[in-house]
């Protein structure tokens, strides 16, 4: 089914008012499962930083690590619309950094798209992009390459003015050429308004119900990492605790030489 999904089919889906899922995934087991289960668009997210890499941010991540992962989940999910997160920096020396290396996630990792963090200062690269058959997603609101100077992870478009700000860079980066946004960090009637604004769909995180879509980070949704978790993120299963029980498991039955046992053994 999925590949015959392309950027037209998710403006159709808002036209008739149903929901977009799209969820975060950075391998290939977990690509398969994800597409198998009905996931529209499968984000290789610069998350993989810190949710996979183990980074304390998205900062570090490189584009070589990115293009990677991108090209794991094409192999687990292969008729899949994929979408590649440009890492930091991958983008925003100048026009030209930005255009060969999206062009890069087409050609090598077989990505259908890109997103990248996007402000008014974007829209040349966007419709650079875009003029050029590279389809891209934008993402606006909480934004987490910017996490050094904003000093850390906050929730924007709370006042009426900033609202208005966010509607008209949204408005800005659709008149580019983005084909769908996705909105970060936001109340949930800033979300509904930029949403009302445009005819592309909107994806929200942290952004409200209202929001053409939703996306969330796999491992949050799966909640394999026992600690903190966001308050946009809904845990749909404890894997940490499944996993953690089979890996004593396993330790217990080695130690007690219960591992391998005659099914486990050639004769
Ligand atoms: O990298 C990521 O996972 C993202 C989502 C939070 C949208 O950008």
Redesign the pocket.
């Known amino acids: 089914m999925a590949g015959k999904i392309n950027v037209g089919t998710f403006r159709r889906m808002k036209e008739r008012g149903e929901k977009i899922v799209m969820l ?1 995934a950075y391998d290939a087991p977990t690509a398969a499962l994800a597409a198998a289960a009905g996931v529209e668009i499968l ?1 290789v ?4 930083s810190n949710t996979i890499l183990g980074y304390e941010n ?1 900062l570090p991540l490189t584009l070589e690590q990115s293009l990677h992962h991108c090209a794991a989940v094409r192999r687990g999910a292969p008729e899949a619309f994929i979408v590649g ?1 440009m890492p930091f920096m991958s983008y925003e020396v100048s026009v030209e950094q930005g255009l060969a290396n999206a062009a890069r996630y087409l050609k090598e990792a077989g990505c259908n798209a890109v ?1 990248i963090e996007s402000s008014p200062g974007s829209v040349p690269l966007i419709e650079r992009m875009v003029d050029c058959g590279i389809p891209v997603m934008g ?1 606006i609101g909480l934004m ?1 390459h910017r996490v050094m100077v904003s000093g850390g992870y906050k929730i924007t478009g709370r006042s009426e003015e900033d609202a208005a700000k966010l509607v008209e860079t949204a408005r800005a980066l659709e008149k580019a050429g983005i084909f769908s946004l ?1 909105l ?1 960090g936001m109340p949930t009637a800033t979300g509904a308004q930029v949403s009302a604004a445009l005819k592309i769909p909107t ?1 929200g ?1 942290g952004a409200g119900v209202e929001c053409d879509g939703q ?1 969330q ?1 796999v491992t949050d949704l799966l909640g394999l990492i026992d600690g903190f978790l966001p308050k946009h993120a809904k845990r749909y299963v404890e894997l940490h605790k499944v996993i953690g029980e089979a890996f004593s498991q396993y330790v217990a039955d080695v130690k007690n030489s219960d591992f391998p046992g005659p099914e486990n053994s050639f004769s």
């Open positions: 975060t984000l997210g610069d998350s993989m998205t997160d997103k993402h987490p996705v970060e994806i995180i996306v980070v």
